[in-house]
């Protein structure tokens, strides 16, 4: 109770701290690149690399986002363009969702196992 | 010339007597004295000495620049400086494969020396087992990877080393993340040992361990040296990228930490048998398969450096047969030998380190599903995705909380129970410091996202705990707490350098400026520097900050002879407080550079807080015994 009433606080009382647009802008632009793979590169991210497709990729997100696409639909844009490889961030579909579920329902297969330890009190 | 050749025969001579071993040790087992045979012990040190000399006539073969030798002739240059001459000997697959082979034999024969006070018959297995991943070893290289093909007419030059690598951080990373993942070859082959021999027990946990410290200590100051070389040759200021060759090393890294606390429990209660067993073996595929995995070239990464599809199923099949074997020894032979099923208590060490061995297990699988996935559906299905950064965060972050909280608490209960009653005032009173810390901060840096804040806040509760325990504490275990110490500092400051960093890219031609937040940044001219394997052109860079205070950074172009290769160097000024990053680049056709200019806060504190961890584990090699 104490932490999420203090949890209230904070969302409340903060202030905000204002970022000048441009830089603003920058930091969208950069976060974007990030989670952009880089296609002719061994494994880097198209924020990583210098080759040309990777300048090219950040002049089309540059010119996406003023056109006033926000982030989620430029991913859109360069998933359609190049296919789902570029996206660092898989999405969740039919063919990703073992990804994704698996871990979680290890963790609760674990759990299990751990909470049976605590409950067995003799054999 | 002389070099190679010593070089090559004295490592089929190491082989001839790493197949002696086996003979003579099993003799030995079989006769009634209580002692190994003094024959063992000088088979094996003859066997790690022929493959060091082997190792040595490598190296002599890199530093004469024997452009005969084949794997020379790919790796080296005569202009190289000498240490990456010497280092260029693990930079590459064949060189890098002996000196696995070096460590396992050097690491096997110190274990029969230290072992003395163990039963003979375990120690003669463990050496046996050990064996088998040797021979496999020494003809994985002498079939599929010889350091020693010759070849006619001697060339004049060689290819030389990949630029990136000539590093020194980078030349001293592989040697010692070998040792940790090599280490591991002794955990397994020493559980397996001892789960035929019925030897799991207190005394067995308590002299493996030496071991498992030692493989742990060894592969996080590794995993930190490589991270290191990523953030100023690699990175533009990053310093993990999630990249599958990392993840692989991280995976054995979750094992082992994970062992490392469950040997506790299986020395002190004697439970946790299976378990331990389990991690052992686990341990150590996942170092092989890391292994595999890097050098199959199936990863797509900056890392791959050699892909032939013959050496990847050889480590296959390989690994698949020591996966085989363990699991038939563990399921033959293991019998739980836990007295009795005890109920574990809610509140108590052992239930936490449950709770932790829980936490890294899912980090694990979050990191080897990850990793693994997108290799198997692009087999079974052709689809191509990538799995980076976004998917690890989301899996790993919200779970960090509840596995903080847990580490600051665990510590302080005591084995079987602790009473509520008895919690002391002070970890409540460690919580309300932590509460009132975290929010003087986060009103100060602005909204963080509710995750980060209270993951700011359960950090700074072990920050806090771990501060209270080193002066409050009366059974102290300097070794734990210097460690979580270190934990939370190293979760601290990557948090703060995520949140707080900030940033500028810009093209910009000699003479030109721009400003940033309250500096400006002045590019005054360059120069051209002519070095022995480079050439370089330097950036002079004046900072001028709202005081007039300047700073000079010079980030540098190479440009590599051999092979040609442009890399850029950042200039980096260090202070306890934040890192300054300066990286040009050049741009294709053009006269303006791209620079960026980074600031990066509590960036060297995220290398001090590894460093205090590995300083809790070494602690831990000479702390007697495990508290009470």
Redesign the interface.
């Known amino acids: 109770m104490k932490l999420s009433s ?2 209230l ?3 409340i ?5 204002n970022l000048n647009s441009e ?1 603003n802008n ?1 930091k969208i632009k ?1 976060k974007i690149s ?2 952009i ?1 880089c296609l002719i590169c ?4 198209v ?2 690399s ?1 080759s ?1 497709f990777a ?1 090219s990729i950040k002049l089309i997100i540059d010119k996406k986002l003023n056109e006033g696409l926000n982030e989620n639909e430029i991913y859109d844009f360069l998933k359609k363009q190049y ?8 999405e969740f579909n039919k ?2 969702f ?3 579920i ?3 329902l ?2 609760v297969i ?2 299990a196992i ?1 909470l049976r ?7 | 010339m002389l070099a190679h050749q010593i070089g090559y025969y004295s490592l089929i001579l190491g082989f001839f007597f790493s197949i002696l071993i086996i003979p003579v040790s099993i003799k030995n087992f079989s006769n009634k004295n209580k002692v190994i045979n003094n024959k063992v012990f000088s088979i094996s040190f003859f066997q790690f000495f022929f493959v060091l000399v082997s190792f040595s006539g490598l190296i002599l073969s890199f530093v004469n620049s024997d452009f005969g030798n084949e794997t020379v002739f790919n790796n080296s240059h005569t202009t190289k400086p000498l240490l990456y001459k010497i280092s260029g000997t693990w930079g590459n697959h064949e060189g890098s494969l002996l000196l696995w082979l070096l460590v396992l034999t050097l690491f096997i024969f110190i274990f029969l020396i230290k072992s003395n006070s163990q039963p003979k018959k375990y120690r003669i297995l463990t050496l046996l087992f050990q064996q088998v991943i040797i021979i496999g070893f020494f003809l994985f290289l002498l079939k599929t990877s010889n350091p020693f093909n010759y070849f006619f007419p001697v060339p004049k030059e060689g290819l030389g080393l990949n630029p990136i690598l000539q590093d020194p951080a980078l030349a001293i990373h592989p040697p010692i993340l070998y040792l940790g993942y090599v280490g591991s070859s002794i955990i397994f082959s020493s559980s397996l040992a001892a789960v035929v021999e019925k030897h799991i027990s207190n005394v067995w946990a308590k002299h493996i361990k030496f071991w498992i410290f030692v493989s742990w200590i060894f592969l996080t100051f590794g995993i930190m040296l490589g991270s290191i070389w990523a953030y100023y040759e690699l990175g533009w200021g990053g310093f993990w990228f999630w990249d599958p060759v990392e993840n692989v090393s991280l995976m054995p890294w979750f094992c082992l930490t994970a062992l490392l606390h469950c040997i506790l429990v299986l020395e002190k209660k004697s439970m946790l048998s299976s378990w331990t067993i389990i991690l052992s073996i686990a341990t150590f595929m996942l170092s092989m398969s890391g292994t595999f995995l890097v050098r199959s070239g199936i990863l797509n990464s900056v890392h791959t450096f050699a892909n032939d599809p013959e050496r990847g199923i050889f480590i296959l099949i390989f690994l698949f047969i020591l996966i085989l074997f363990s699991l038939v020894i563990f399921f033959v032979f293991h019998k739980e030998n836990d007295q009795k099923i005890v109920k574990i208590n809610w509140l108590s060490k052992e239930a936490s380190i449950l709770f932790n061995n829980w936490f890294l297990m899912y980090f694990l699988s979050v990191v080897l599903i990850g990793t693994v996935y997108p290799i198997f559906l692009e087999v079974l299905s052709s689809k191509k995705i990538s799995v980076g950064p976004p998917f690890y965060y989301k899996l790993i972050i919200p779970f960090l909380i509840p596995f903080l909280f847990f580490m600051s608490i665990g510590p302080n209960l005591n084995w079987i129970k602790s009473e509520i009653k008895k919690i002391k005032i002070q970890i409540v009173l460690s919580f309300a410091v932590s509460l009132l810390i975290s929010f003087v901060i986060l009103n100060q840096i602005g909204f963080v996202g509710l995750i980060n804040s209270i993951l700011i806040l359960v950090t700074f509760y072990l920050f806090f705990i771990t501060i209270k325990d080193f002066f409050l504490k009366k059974f102290k275990n300097y070794s734990q707490i210097f460690s979580h110490f270190g934990f939370s500092l190293l979760i601290l400051s990557i948090l703060f350098n995520s949140i707080l960093s900030s940033e500028k890219i810009i093209n910009l031609k000699v003479g030109e400026e721009f400003s940033f937040r309250e500096e400006t940044i002045i590019f005054e001219s360059i120069e051209s520097i002519k070095n022995k394997n480079y050439k370089s052109i330097v950036g002079n860079f004046k900072i001028k900050d709202k005081q007039n205070n300047f700073l000079q950074l010079k980030p540098e172009l190479r440009i590599y002879n051999q092979p040609v290769m442009i890399t850029s160097e950042a200039d980096i000024k260090t202070t306890l407080y934040y890192d300054k990053f300066l990286v040009m680049n050049l741009v294709k056709d053009y006269e303006y550079f791209n620079v960026r200019y980074q600031v990066k806060p509590f960036m060297i504190w995220i290398w001090i807080s590894t460093v205090i961890l590995v300083i809790g584990g070494f602690l831990s090699l000479f702390q007697r015994s495990y508290e009470k």
């Open positions: 203090f949890l606080i904070i969302l009382t903060f202030n905000f701290t830089e920058d950069n990030k989670n793979r061994q494994g880097q991210s924020y990583d210098q040309d300048v296919g789902e490889w570029i996206s660092y961030d898989p063919k990703t073992i990804l994704w698996l871990p979680i290890l963790f674990g759990g751990i330890k605590f409950i067995v009190q003799k054999l």
